[in-house]
């Protein structure tokens, strides 16, 4: 079936040209290693509920992939608007009565009893979509975007970058700016942009410090990293337990569901944002490894796609989303290693949580609507 509407096309198989089947597979086998590893991490006592709630979420967010996957990445063009106000909306939603508070961030809105959802999460999904307009739509003539593209999506990621400032969510506000200077590398603004982000940043965090408002916590937990074994046992504990956990597990684990850190939860928060504990010790360095391998040739795929688009905003698009998912895989397999501060940010398709594995599956689904989209055009 074909939908035409002006110079926009929606065009359904059979129509459509082969999606990029190594990409859907990585992301595939990532889940299913995801869900083995939250199985293991929540299933003391019988209950199966996370597991279950981790499943249902991975089906969703398959179905979503492969819908997205489906449409002209011109028809997604149309409506990104749409999407960009509707981000908007949810985030400030968390703001009002309700939102919800976990974890110290006021991130969630709770739609019935058990059922929330996290906004910002679906937010990246959004500001990929509404940051690749101004980069990637050129006029005639221009082989990159002009002073007016890159002030104007400044200004479209400054109003979420916002807004999750206010909850306040360190970690996603990270992946915001990670985002941002992904794509502007590969739109291919002007160098001096990204120096004047650096300098913005260096000169925010200086102002934030001399305001007091950095957090005392943020602060102790700089200081953690620096000195790993000044506080174990108390704010440098889930570092601490982290680095017990993989190192337990040598070099081919335990087993499956054969951790005893795991099993006696001695990491906080091991389903989550320390999924990458569990495969340390329950699979070794070496089924460590693999996953890390496999979100790299994700992100080669990734990068591939963008390479190859012929449409400037595709090329954008993909960067965007790419920049997200490595530097998540960055933060979050970097801070249970003592590379980086602890920062809640989860393992892409991995850690459990319901609105980051439908929104990870859904960046993949627009990375196959860039790729199919470019093997349509003449």
Not at 38 to 65: C, E
Not at 74 to 102: C, D, E, F, Q
Request: avoid cysteine; hydrophobic fraction near 55%.
């Amino acid at each position: 079936m074909i939908l035409l509407s002006g110079r926009q096309r929606l065009v359904w198989a059979p129509t459509l040209a082969a999606p990029d089947w190594i990409l859907t597979l990585l992301a595939l086998a990532l889940s299913v290693v995801g869900l083995l590893l939250v199985w293991s991490a929540t299933r003391m006592g019988g209950d199966y509920s996370l597991l279950v709630r981790q499943a249902v979420s991975v089906g969703i967010g398959l179905v979503l992939m492969w819908l997205v996957s489906r449409v002209d990445l011109r028809v997604l063009r149309a409506y990104v608007p749409v999407v960009y106000v509707l981000a908007l909306v949810s985030l400030a939603g968390v703001l009002t009565p309700l939102g919800v508070r976990v974890n110290g961030a006021h991130s969630w809105i709770v739609l019935a009893p058990g059922v929330q959802f996290q906004p910002s999460e679906f937010a990246k999904v959004a500001l990929a979509l509404a940051f690749a307009v101004p980069l990637g739509e050129l006029r005639d003539g221009q082989r990159r975007p002009g002073f007016g593209g890159v002030v104007l999506a400044l200004a479209l990621a400054a109003v979420p970058i916002g807004l999750i400032a206010l909850q306040p969510d360190l970690g996603t506000m990270l992946v915001f700016a990670a985002m941002v200077t992904g794509s502007l590398l590969v739109s291919g603004a002007p160098k001096r942009w990204l120096l004047v982000l650096f300098a913005g940043a260096v000169g925010a965090g200086v102002a934030a410090w001399k305001l007091g408002l950095v957090r005392p916590y943020q602060i102790q937990r700089l200081l953690v990293l620096a000195n790993p074994a000044s506080d174990p046992g108390g704010v440098g504990y889930n570092a601490a337990q982290a680095r017990i956990a993989i190192g337990s597990g040598g070099l081919y684990g335990k087993g499956l569901f054969n951790g005893e850190q795991t099993a006696g939860h001695f990491v906080p928060e091991q389903h989550t944002d320390f999924i990458f504990t569990v495969a340390g010790e329950e699979l070794g360095f070496a089924g460590a490894a693999i996953i890390v391998l496999a979100v790299g040739a994700l992100l080669w795929r990734g990068l591939a796609i963008a390479r190859r688009s012929d449409s400037p905003y595709g090329t954008v698009l993909a960067g965007g989303l790419v920049s997200w998912i490595a530097f998540q895989t960055f933060v979050n397999v970097g801070m249970t290693v003592g590379l980086v501060p602890i920062v809640g940010v989860p393992l892409p398709f991995v850690s459990y949580g319901g609105s980051a594995t439908v929104a990870g599956l859904v960046a993949i689904g627009l990375l196959q609507a860039v790729h199919r989209t470019r093997a349509m055009e003449p």
